[in-house]
């Protein structure tokens, strides 16, 4: 069901246009009717042809141009009312400039209030909106003459906008069902009632929906232009009876959407766009607010220096619901004016965004879902999968290395493995007599992950992940000469007897000293105790001729042992499972 939004300066007529289009007063409150102005949003539809029609109708006055914003969204047709007795006017330009901005690209112009200007006047009018509306998505709309209170043109402009609709098509769908709330009411023995536009996806009695912020609600019901629904599709204005929330936690400028289908962010990359005879006048320093969707908040901007593309950071004061693609409006509260127009390109950016990453998210913000979680992996390089998910708006990548849950570009899965490379090759060039750069040591250098280094050592035929180690494959542990010869002397002194010395007193460094051990040549018994393994072979084999219930001194004895000696050595035949300890006593077991 597509939805057509009105715009254009205050009390030029769009309220009673819409009336005359649709049989129905889109204003709503007792106010409105009072003053004759539009202060909120307003809706009405019709049939148009071969559907039914929904409409917007904006406040025009400045002072509403929140809620004006509020309205715009999700529009598949603008229609644009300039009264041909006052011209275009200022709010003309403002509201012009937000359609543009939004790049509304259907739409019809309304040549209002005919019947009281005198023909003179609507050729200058005429004249005066074509000049406006060069250069902007409204350069090729049709310009219709038309009188709401006589009827004049009224047919023409029904023609016009069929047209017009038929040109924009059927509502994009990308199967993300989207609704932010313009309205949130009670009704009672019914409970929480919202309505708004829904977009990019369908929702049915029953789904389950995540507030944002806030928590998840059931739709009990649906309604459409006051017509039970069981299924609602997109660009249909929809009004859905809540279970499971409070009025109070509900207001406009929240979202409803799938659980989990969308992030929550306070910063994010934008490119932006300036209206038409701007002057692109934008500055760091400047108070904002981004309206989104219903939403409006405050924040601050920092521009991209050097860009091809105008691109800021967009910081807001609380988190906001985005994805790559969002479009929203940048307005400057100190001057009270549109500044920019903007279109979301990261909504979790990197610390500092380059040109290129810039250029590729433009390229790519166009495309499919899957176009864009390919370019925000590329400029990523390494990104959350559910993260990437909710970004890209459900896109899923076509080239990509996934480990566990993280997903990594090609080009930054092979740059890891040449960080890997290196950091092996330094290891063993410092430390030739151990065995290789330990797992825990690759994995924090690699930014913790400890499955992307085997992954990496697995794509990789030169690396070797053997234990706690990763190493080359053609690497040995191998003793220089003079490191041999003192291995040398070191093995006559252990050799003369096994009432060894101990381990700290023996002239060998503790580098070769742990070599030896994990090479076999030496058996560590405990921290300061080393012996040959012919000696641990020895003692092994004498157990057998000691009784049951031994004593430490009795090992001691038998072996001729200090009792230095003797402790660790029955703890370690214990550990071994070649004694057992009873008290103070042990026995072999046989």
Same mark, same amino acid.
């Given at each position: 069901m597509p939805i057509i939004g009105t715009a254009g300066h205050v009390d030029h007529g769009k309220s009673t246009l819409v009336q005359a289009l649709t049989g129905r007063d889109p204003d709503r409150w007792a106010e409105e009717k009072d003053r004759g102005l539009t202060i909120d949003l307003g809706f009405a539809w019709v049939r148009l042809g071969d559907e039914v029609v929904g409409f917007v109708d904006v406040p025009g006055h400045e002072r509403f141009i929140k809620n004006m914003l509020a309205g715009v969204g999700g529009l598949d047709v603008a229609l644009f009312v300039v009264a041909a007795d006052e011209g275009w006017m200022p709010q003309s330009e403002e509201h012009l400039a937000i359609l543009d901005l939004l790049e509304v690209a259907h739409g019809v112009i309304a040549l209002t209030r005919v019947d009281v200007a005198d023909a003179d006047l609507v050729e200058l009018s005429t004249i005066d909106i074509a000049e406006h509306v060069e250069g902007t998505v409204a350069e090729s709309w049709p310009v219709v003459e038309v009188s709401a209170l006589t009827g004049a043109g009224v047919d023409e402009l029904i023609a016009s906008l069929i047209d017009a609709l038929a040109a924009a098509g059927p509502p994009r769908d990308l199967e993300r069902a989207r609704l932010w709330i313009d309205r949130a009411f009670a009704i009672s023995g019914a409970g929480v009632v919202v309505t708004g536009t829904l977009v990019d996806g369908s929702i049915s009695v029953g789904d389950r929906l995540q507030c944002f912020p806030g928590g998840t609600v059931r739709i009990r019901g649906l309604q459409s232009h006051e017509?039970?629904?069981?299924?609602?599709?997109?660009?249909?204005?929809?009004?859905?009876?809540?279970?499971?929330?409070?009025?109070?936690?509900?207001?406009r400028g929240t979202l409803l959407a799938l659980p989990d289908s969308i992030g929550m962010t306070d910063r994010f990359l934008a490119r932006l766009r300036f209206p038409p005879r701007s002057g692109n006048e934008i500055s760091d320093r400047g108070a904002y607010h981004i309206h989104l969707g219903t939403?409006?908040?405050?924040?601050?901007?920092?521009?991209?220096?050097?860009?091809?593309?105008?691109?800021?950071?967009?910081?807001?004061t609380s988190s906001v619901p985005l994805a790559m693609g969002d479009r929203f409006i940048l307005r400057d509260t100190g001057r009270q004016h549109i500044v920019a127009g903007g #279109?979301? +390109?990261?909504?979790?950016?990197?610390?500092?965004?380059?040109?290129?990453?810039?250029?590729?998210? $433009?390229?790519? %913000? =166009?495309?499919?879902?899957?176009?864009?979680?390919d370019a925000l992996v590329a400029v990523h390089e390494s990104i959350d999968v559910?993260?990437?998910?909710?970004?890209?708006?459900?896109?899923?990548?076509?080239?990509?290395?996934?480990?566990?849950?993280?997903?990594?570009?090609?080009?930054?899965?092979d740059e890891r493995g040449r960080e890997l490379g290196i950091a092996v090759d330094e290891y063993h060039t410092g430390y030739p007599l151990r065995p290789g750069l330990p797992k825990s040591e690759a994995s924090s250098r690699l930014g913790g992950n400890a499955d992307l280094v085997t992954e990496l050592v697995d794509a990789d035929p030169d690396l070797v992940e053997e234990g706690p180690?990763?190493?080359?494959?053609?690497?040995?542990?191998?003793?220089?000469?003079?490191?041999?010869?003192?291995?040398?002397? #070191?093995? +006559?002194?252990?050799?003369?007897?096994?009432?060894?010395?101990?381990?700290?007193?023996?002239?060998? $460094?503790?580098? %070769? =000293?742990?070599?030896?051990?994990r090479r076999g040549d030496l058996v560590r018994i405990a921290g300061d105790l080393v012996l040959l393994p012919d000696q641990v072979e020895t003692i092994t084999s004498g157990l057998s001729a000691l009784p049951d219930g031994f004593t430490v001194a009795a090992f001691r004895d038998e072996f001729g042992l200090a009792r230095r000696h003797a402790v660790?050595?029955?703890?370690?035949?214990?550990?071994?499972?070649?004694?057992?300890?009873?008290?103070?006593?042990r026995s072999v077991r046989r």
């Open positions: 017509t039970n629904r069981d299924t609602l599709g997109p660009g249909t204005r929809t009004a859905a009876n809540l279970v499971g929330i409070d009025r109070s936690d509900l207001d939403t409006t908040v405050p924040a601050r901007i920092r521009i991209l220096k050097n860009q091809e593309i105008p691109a800021v950071i967009v910081t807001t #279109t979301v +390109l990261d909504p979790l950016p990197k610390p500092r965004s380059s040109s290129r990453d810039v250029v590729s998210l $433009s390229s790519a %913000v =166009l495309g499919s879902p899957a176009d864009r979680a559910d993260e990437l998910r909710r970004s890209s708006g459900g896109g899923a990548p076509s080239s990509v290395v996934a480990i566990g849950s993280t997903y990594l570009s090609p080009v930054a899965f180690v990763v190493r080359r494959r053609a690497f040995a542990v191998e003793l220089s000469v003079a490191e041999t010869e003192v291995w040398g002397a #070191t093995r +006559l002194v252990l050799a003369g007897d096994l009432a060894v010395p101990r381990a700290s007193n023996l002239e060998i $460094s503790d580098e %070769v =000293l742990h070599a030896l051990i660790p050595l029955l703890e370690w035949f214990d550990a071994q499972g070649l004694t057992r300890r009873d008290g103070d006593r």
